[in-house]
T-cell receptor, first 111, second 113 residues
Framework: EAAVTQSPRSKVAVTGGKVTLSCHQT?????MYWYRQDTGHGLRLIHY???????EKGDIPDGYKASRPSQENFSLILELASLSQTAVYFC??????????FGPGTRLTVL | AQSVTQPDARVTVSEGASLQLRCKYS??????LFWYVQYPRQGLQMLLK??????VVQGVNGFEAEFSKSDSSFHLRKASVHWSDSAVYFC???????????FGTGTKLQVVP
């Protein structure tokens, strides 16, 4: 069954530490996305990618890096985690029909 | 820039009553529009989409939405809600470049007995 999985499902990080969130899809989709969800803001796009080894900035890229080593895998990297990056992070993939398929989310708490 | 507005942060409806969740979009051409649902502690799932043609589109679980170019709206409707419809609903619009979507802030629907 086609799916988008994320790991870890939850994480507690310290301020200034490095955090890597991973996403894996079996949809054979070219596009992959990272969003963050905060109360009152809905989903906001951080980075996206339409091909392996290439990433693009979304609407709120500051403080985040992304890596797409293969079609199936897409990582979000917080080099220096900050309190303001506490949120739920969602990965999604889509194909040519623009429909997005979401993972279950990663709840990140930065202390 | 393309965007969507969901003016109602919370909506409470009695079970069996009809539902309308509002969505207004900002777009220079004919947009691609979507509605997604998010159940507690889960990711988003697409309910329905509009690309062109008949302005009323049908989705899963009895949901439908109507596109209006004159009103710049894409409201979601359901004739009779069930308690299991309690969730957060997001409207989204595809950007001009076609490479990603922008989401509204969501409407939390609570269905009460």
């Amino acid at each position: 069954e086609a799916a988008v999985t994320q790991s870890p499902r939850s994480k507690v990080a310290v301020t200034g530490g490095k955090v890597t969130l991973s996403c894996h899809q079996t949809n054979n989709h070219d596009y992959m996305y990272w969003y963050r969800q905060d109360t009152g803001h809905g989903l906001r796009l951080i980075h996206y990618s339409y091909v392996a080894d290439s990433t693009e900035k979304g609407d709120i890229p500051d403080g985040y890096k992304a890596s797409r080593p293969s079609q199936e895998n897409f990582s979000l990297i917080l080099e220096l985690a900050s309190l303001s990056q506490t949120a739920v992070y969602f990965c999604a993939s889509s194909g040519d029909n623009y429909e997005q398929y979401f993972g279950p989310g990663t709840r990140l708490t930065v202390l | 820039a393309q965007s969507v507005t969901q003016p109602d942060a919370r909506v409470t409806v009695s079970e069996g009553a009809s539902l309308q969740l509002r969505c207004k979009y900002s777009y220079s051409a004919t947009p691609y529009l979507f509605w997604y649902v998010q159940y507690p502690r889960q990711g988003l799932q697409m309910l329905l989409k509009y690309y062109s043609g008949d302005p009323v589109v049908q989705g899963v679980n009895g949901f439908e939405a109507e596109f209006s170019k004159s009103d710049s709206s894409f409201h979601l409707r359901k004739a009779s809600v069930h308690w299991s419809d309690s969730a957060v609903y997001f409207c989204a619009v595809r950007t001009n470049s076609g490479t990603y979507q922008r989401f509204g802030t969501g409407t939390k629907l609570q269905v009460v007995p």
